[in-house]
């Protein structure tokens, strides 16, 4: 007969099958127990066919992969630990040294530096292609590029880029592309299949589409995570084989906090945007602003590339930045930005808390245009009116002689 610290470890209750709950279950796990020698053998890590090991998915991990490609309209997904660790697995994964690989100039900020330091320093070289003009990315697409990243909007600048447009020079250049698509969260638009009803056809977008799960898809600002999805099976081996040996996992609970998130994402998004659009009209018309960017605003770089994707009734998610008045210094900007109450400093979005940052873009960007400051706003869940009252109060701080 055991004794009970054994029956502790082994007890052989098994609690009986068919329960159901409006969450999935959590499952916990570094090792997965086998029935036999046999499954041993057999394991397949590779197709979810069973478990092997926990950094190669359990019911949890497997559920919400799943669910990630159905909102990006894929097929497969890999979690990793961060929006940034996605861009790395792919990149890991599909270039060596003596490659190419392109990236948009408002790139994501430590995309680009991890292109321009490890990538570089294993052989990799890495060039800047400006967005905005499709003619400049098909010049520079030589014979050694193997990867062009996309994003829209751009990142911090927010210019919303001719997409399909991209994707269509990767298509026919033979070189595979890959979408930043946290900005969009798989409901803005389907970075598989860009366009508008007969406008392009299916699988006219990325053939890669990553996310950083820590904005939008978490809602919590509390989750690091990341996500990449893809339609066609032999680049997801590619990908996952890469995956697999870098180590890359997520906790469990993490998941959790996902899956819980994942069925109001959308209501959520429509409340961010709706709010934030109300504050950027009202921003807009003040005097202290010189320039709005907000992709779903007339006379912001790329509208017509926004209403061209995602229509007059698109979403437009809860960012935008404003560029101020060049008679304003950075320190007046900056004491704005610290007489905020409700809208707090910090970095990342998509989160119940408004955000604000201040960025120095003439030294983020080959060109700049403007002379103002700009500050970017993540608008959270507040109330509208009482964020706008925060604003008001704060340019007023702003407004002050130094």
């Given at each position: 007969m055991?004794k009970?610290?054994?029956?502790l470890?082994?007890h052989?209750y098994?609690?009986?099958?068919?329960?159901?709950?409006?969450?999935?279950?959590?499952?916990?796990a570094?090792?997965?127990?086998?029935?036999n020698?046999?499954?041993?053998?057999?394991?397949?890590?590779?197709?979810?066919?069973?478990?092997t090991?926990?950094?190669h998915?359990?019911p949890?991990?497997f559920?919400?992969?799943?669910?990630?490609?159905?909102?990006?309209?894929?097929?497969?997904?890999?979690?990793v630990p961060?929006?940034?660790?996605?861009?790395?697995?792919v990149?890991?994964a599909?270039?060596?040294?003596g490659d190419?690989?392109?990236?948009?100039d408002?790139?994501?900020?430590?995309?680009k530096?991890l292109?321009?330091?490890?990538?570089?320093?294993?052989?990799i070289?890495?060039?800047?292609?400006?967005p905005?003009?499709?003619?400049?990315?098909?010049?520079?697409?030589g014979?050694?590029?193997r990867?062009?990243?996309l994003?829209?909007?751009?990142s911090v600048t927010?210019?919303?880029?001719?997409l399909a447009h991209?994707?269509?020079?990767?298509r026919?250049r033979?070189?595979?592309?890959?979408?930043?698509?946290?900005?969009?969260?798989?409901?803005?638009?389907?970075?598989f299949d860009?366009?508008?009803?007969?406008?392009f056809?299916?699988?006219?977008?990325?053939?890669?589409?990553?996310?950083?799960?820590?904005?939008?898809?978490?809602?919590?600002?509390?989750?690091l995570m990341g996500?990449?999805?893809?339609?066609?099976d032999?680049?997801?081996?590619?990908?996952?084989?890469?995956?697999?040996?870098?180590g890359?996992?997520?906790?469990?609970?993490?998941?959790?906090t996902?899956l819980?998130?994942l069925?109001s994402?959308e209501?959520?998004?429509r409340?961010h945007?709706?709010s934030?659009?109300?504050?950027a009209?009202?921003?807009?018309?003040?005097?202290?602003?010189?320039?709005l960017l907000?992709?779903?605003?007339?006379?912001?770089?790329?509208?017509?590339?926004?209403?061209?994707?995602?229509g007059?009734d698109?979403l437009?998610a809860?960012?935008?930045s404003?560029?101020f008045?060049s008679?304003?210094?950075?320190?007046?900007?900056?004491?704005?930005?610290?007489?905020?109450?409700?809208f707090?400093?910090?970095?990342s979005?998509?989160?119940p808390i408004?955000?604000?940052?201040p960025?120095?873009?003439?030294s983020?960007?080959?060109?700049?245009?403007?002379?103002?400051t700009?500050?970017?706003?993540?608008?959270?869940?507040?109330?509208?009116e009482?964020?706008?009252a925060?604003?008001?109060?704060?340019?007023?701080v702003?407004r002050r002689?130094?």
């Amino acid at each position: 007969m055991s004794k009970p610290v054994t029956d502790l470890i082994h007890h052989p209750y098994v609690p009986p099958a068919g329960f159901a709950a409006p969450q999935p279950g959590v499952f916990k796990a570094s090792t997965v127990i086998f029935p036999n020698v046999a499954a041993i053998r057999a394991r397949d890590w590779k197709h979810k066919t069973g478990y092997t090991y926990g950094l190669h998915g359990t019911p949890t991990t497997f559920m919400l992969e799943e669910r990630i490609a159905a909102l990006e309209g894929g097929k497969h997904c890999l979690l990793v630990p961060s929006g940034l660790a996605a861009i790395t697995a792919v990149n890991l994964a599909l270039l060596k040294s003596g490659d190419e690989v392109l990236l948009p100039d408002n790139v994501y900020g430590p995309s680009k530096a991890l292109a321009e330091a490890e990538l570089k320093g294993w052989g990799i070289r890495c060039a800047l292609y400006d967005p905005m003009n499709p003619a400049d990315l098909e010049a520079r697409i030589g014979p050694q590029t193997r990867l062009v990243w996309l994003e829209a909007p751009g990142s911090v600048t927010m210019e919303f880029v001719p997409l399909a447009h991209l994707a269509q020079i990767c298509r026919q250049r033979g070189v595979t592309s890959a979408l930043d698509n946290t900005w969009g969260a798989g409901l803005a638009f389907n970075g598989f299949d860009l366009g508008r009803g007969d406008r392009f056809v299916a699988g006219s977008g990325a053939d890669i589409v990553v996310q950083a799960l820590t904005k939008y898809p978490s809602g919590g600002g509390d989750v690091l995570m990341g996500s990449v999805v893809t339609r066609d099976d032999a680049l997801h081996q590619k990908i996952k084989l890469t995956h697999m040996r870098l180590g890359f996992g997520v906790g469990a609970n993490d998941v959790e906090t996902v899956l819980r998130s994942l069925p109001s994402i959308e209501v959520r998004y429509r409340a961010h945007d709706r709010s934030a659009r109300v504050l950027a009209a009202w921003l807009q018309a003040r005097p202290e602003v010189a320039q709005l960017l907000h992709p779903a605003f007339p006379g912001s770089p790329g509208h017509e590339h926004w209403q061209a994707l995602c229509g007059d009734d698109g979403l437009a998610a809860g960012l935008f930045s404003v560029v101020f008045d060049s008679k304003y210094a950075s320190a007046q900007v900056d004491a704005f930005c610290d007489a905020l109450k409700l809208f707090k400093l910090g970095y990342s979005w998509g989160g119940p808390i408004s955000l604000v940052v201040p960025y120095d873009i003439p030294s983020m960007r080959k060109t700049w245009p403007h002379k103002g400051t700009l500050v970017r706003f993540s608008v959270g869940l507040e109330d509208v009116e009482d964020l706008r009252a925060d604003l008001e109060q704060a340019l007023e701080v702003m407004r002050r002689p130094g």
